[in-house]
Nanobody, 124 residues
Framework: QLQLVESGGGLVQAGGSLRLSCAASGRAFENYAAGWYRRLLGKEREFVAGITWSGGYTYYADSVKGRFTISRDNDKNTLYLQMNSLKPEDTAVYYC?????????????????WGQGTQVTVSS
């Protein structure tokens, strides 16, 4: 099993920045593609950003492109999401996930491993 634990959420004003982290343990994190998702209040979970196992390719939802950056440090078994120019509509619970296939991460909600989520609240 791969365990994932998110951190870094919190309350920030509109226009501000936050960096989320996702610490992986239990299996070789570098063998997995990974991604970030979010669930806005009253809505379904949605894809935010994805990254291949090597970090060589990244993918973003249109709503966050140009504002969010996904990255990973396989030596530290950690996935990151740098969020800049935050908007109130970015308020959500953010989850990290991992799967062997990048296509599963970027196009489905069926990734094999999930974290418990971290709350991000953006005030106007």
């Amino acid at each position: 099993q791969l365990q994932l634990v998110e951190s870094g959420g919190g309350l920030v004003q509109a226009g501000g920045s936050l960096r989320l982290s996702c610490a992986a343990s239990g299996r070789a994190f570098e063998n997995y593609a990974a991604g970030w998702y979010r669930r806005l209040l009253g809505k379904e979970r949605e894809f935010v950003a994805g990254i291949t196992w090597s970090g060589g390719y990244t993918y973003y939802a249109d709503s966050v492109k140009g504002r969010f950056t996904i990255s990973r440090d396989n030596d530290k078994n950690t996935l990151y999401l740098q969020m800049n120019s935050l908007k109130p509509e970015d308020t959500a619970v953010y989850y990290c996930a991992a799967d062997e296939a990048i296509a599963v991460v970027t196009t489905t909600l069926l990734s094999s491993y999930w974290g418990q989520g971290t709350q991000v609240t953006v005030s106007s």
